[in-house]
């Protein structure tokens, strides 16, 4: 099966995204001199982390080829199921309910694509319609806030004085899912359906089973992201993840992952969050209105995507 994989390779496709990044801190530096301090990089890594764990969940399934639009809405449900759970004052409980609903979800998606063959953009569609009206129908439109204090403590907490503890739990599942996907059997099947399905499962590569373990993983850590998100918050409101399901995909592609599958891999997909997050930060930093930061934000997400994407890999453009 090793032959069906691909090796880590740091080198090619980061260049730009590093560039990028490079040159959003030397623009937003001129233009704002106080975007340049410590507070900013805190302010980064804070703000980047919900988005990095929905986003190594949808490298996985990106990686297989297919695509998941349901990860905004799981992540709002089990925002909204973890900050009703944490009232009664049970954090625990409250993350174990709240990683419940991501993995349910991700069963499901994973079940009607897999097995049922339904395609993963109109099942992860559908599905999101559903997980969306679930969470309103839940809390009956109406925000959900959360003051017990180890719950809050997941996002909110500080170690070392400065460091984020929101930071740490993406950074943790950053490193160990990286490993996953390229020095594991999980992360080699994962390259080598996306790369070539027929021939993996002519390798005996159990693609089916595969599909659903894919989804299920989305599912679970788009809900461990609404999980940090309601506590750094200390608040689950409806529609609160709405943006993760586009950001993560254009995340997720800006680190050098192919659409089409079999090419990139979660230790890139970091610098693609990290694009979105310095532009983000470095507009709030300059004052820039809400509006006019999404007109900003999506020219910079088509043309980032456009320059980092390895052309070479994609035989054809659909």
């Given at each position: 099966?090793?032959?069906?994989?691909?090796?880590?390779?740091?080198?090619?496709?980061?260049?730009?995204?590093?560039?990028?990044?490079?040159?959003?801190?030397?623009?937003?530096?001129?233009?704002?001199?106080?975007?340049?301090?410590?507070?900013?990089?805190?302010?980064?890594?804070?703000?980047?982390?919900?988005?990095?764990?929905?986003?190594?969940?949808?490298?996985?399934v990106v990686l297989?080829?297919?695509?998941?639009?349901?990860?905004?809405?799981?992540?709002?449900?089990?925002?909204?199921?973890?900050?009703?759970?944490?009232?009664?004052?049970?954090?625990?409980?409250?993350?174990?309910?709240?990683?419940?609903?991501?993995?349910?979800?991700?069963?499901?998606?994973?079940?009607?694509?897999?097995?049922?063959?339904?395609?993963?953009?109109?099942?992860?569609?559908?599905?999101?319609?559903?997980?969306?009206?679930?969470?309103?129908?839940?809390?009956?439109?109406?925000?959900?806030?959360?003051?017990?204090?180890?719950?809050?403590?997941?996002?909110?907490?500080?170690?070392?004085?400065?460091?984020?503890?929101?930071?740490?739990?993406?950074?943790?599942?950053?490193?160990?899912?990286?490993?996953?996907?390229?020095?594991?059997?999980?992360?080699?099947?994962?390259?080598?359906?996306?790369?070539?399905?027929?021939?993996?499962?002519?390798?005996?590569?159990?693609?089916?089973?595969?599909?659903?373990?894919?989804?299920?993983?989305?599912?679970?850590?788009?809900?461990?992201?609404?999980?940090?998100?309601?506590?750094?918050?200390?608040?689950?409101?409806?529609?609160?993840?709405?943006?993760?399901?586009?950001d993560s995909i254009?995340?997720?592609?800006?680190?050098?992952?192919?659409?089409?599958?079999?090419?990139?891999?979660?230790?890139r997909t970091i610098?693609?969050?990290?694009?979105?997050?310095?532009?983000?930060?470095?507009?709030?930093?300059?004052?820039?209105?809400?509006?006019?930061?999404?007109?900003?934000?999506?020219?910079?997400?088509?043309?980032?995507?456009?320059?980092?994407?390895?052309?070479?890999?994609?035989?054809?453009?659909?």
């Amino acid at each position: 099966m090793k032959s069906l994989a691909r090796p880590l390779n740091w080198g090619g496709g980061i260049l730009l995204p590093i560039a990028a990044i490079v040159i959003l801190c030397i623009v937003f530096s001129l233009l704002a001199p106080s975007f340049f301090q410590f507070s900013t990089l805190i302010g980064v890594l804070r703000e980047s982390s919900v988005l990095l764990v929905v986003a190594i969940g949808m490298t996985f399934v990106v990686l297989m080829g297919s695509i998941d639009l349901s990860v905004g809405a799981t992540v709002t449900l089990s925002g909204l199921v973890a900050a009703t759970i944490a009232q009664s004052g049970n954090w625990v409980l409250a993350i174990l309910g709240g990683l419940a609903v991501g993995i349910v979800v991700g069963v499901v998606n994973g079940v009607l694509f897999a097995f049922v063959k339904v395609p993963s953009f109109l099942t992860t569609l559908g599905i999101s319609l559903a997980v969306t009206g679930v969470g309103l129908w839940f809390v009956n439109g109406r925000p959900v806030q959360v003051f017990e204090p180890g719950f809050t403590w997941i996002s909110q907490g500080k170690l070392f004085g400065e460091l984020p503890m929101i930071a740490i739990w993406a950074i943790i599942l950053w490193v160990v899912f990286s490993f996953i996907g390229q020095k594991t059997r999980f992360g080699r099947y994962t390259f080598a359906i996306g790369g070539a399905e027929a021939v993996s499962g002519l390798a005996g590569i159990p693609i089916r089973r595969m599909k659903l373990w894919v989804m299920v993983l989305s599912g679970g850590l788009a809900a461990a992201a609404g999980i940090l998100l309601a506590s750094r918050v200390g608040a689950a409101t409806p529609g609160m993840g709405d943006r993760l399901t586009l950001d993560s995909i254009a995340a997720v592609v800006m680190g050098g992952t192919a659409l089409t599958g079999g090419v990139g891999g979660v230790h890139r997909t970091i610098l693609g969050v990290l694009v979105i997050t310095v532009l983000t930060v470095g507009l709030n930093t300059l004052g820039v209105q809400p509006y006019l930061q999404q007109i900003v934000q999506g020219a910079v997400v088509v043309l980032a995507v456009a320059l980092t994407l390895d052309r070479s890999k994609l035989l054809v453009i659909k």
